[in-house]
């Protein structure tokens, strides 16, 4: 089992930056961190949870919503067990929650259903 822990969401600015942290711990498999995709999702008040960014295990490969693609970038440290997005330009639009989630596989996609582990979230306002 893995606990996943979101980190650096706020009130920002249109136009401003954020970078969000998730810290996993391996609680009882054995397995590590760098063993699992990694994945961002976000859900707005009154809406569906949706796909942001997706990171392959050794961060070779990564996935973005149209939505966010050139303005968030996702990464991961596996030295760390932490897994990054940096979101700049960001826009009312991009309020949400944003969630952290890992799935037990090297590449993961776009659907929630791949990914086995989720974070509580953390709150991310932009204002006009």
């Known amino acids: 089992q893995v606990q996943l822990v979101e980190s650096g969401g706020g009130l920002v600015q249109a136009g401003g930056s954020l970078r969000l942290s998730c810290a996993a711990s391996?609680?009882?498999?054995?397995?590590?961190?760098?063993?699992?995709?990694m994945g961002w999702f976000r859900q707005a008040p009154g809406k569906e949870r949706t796909f942001v960014a997706s990171?392959?295990?050794?961060?070779?490969?990564?996935s973005y919503a149209e939505s966010v693609k050139g303005r968030f970038t996702i990464s991961r440290d596996n030295a760390k067990n932490t897994v990054y997005l940096q979101m700049n330009s960001l826009k009312p639009e991009d309020t949400a929650v944003y969630y952290c989630?890992?799935?037990?596989?090297?590449?993961?996609?776009?659907?929630?259903?791949?990914?086995?582990?989720w974070g509580q979230g953390t709150q991310v306002t932009v204002s006009s």
């Open positions: 990171i392959s295990w050794r961060g070779a490969s990564t």
């Open positions: 391996e609680r009882t498999s054995g397995r590590t961190f760098s063993s699992y995709a």
């Open positions: 989630a890992a799935a037990t596989t090297r590449y993961s996609g776009t659907n929630r259903n791949e990914y086995n582990y």
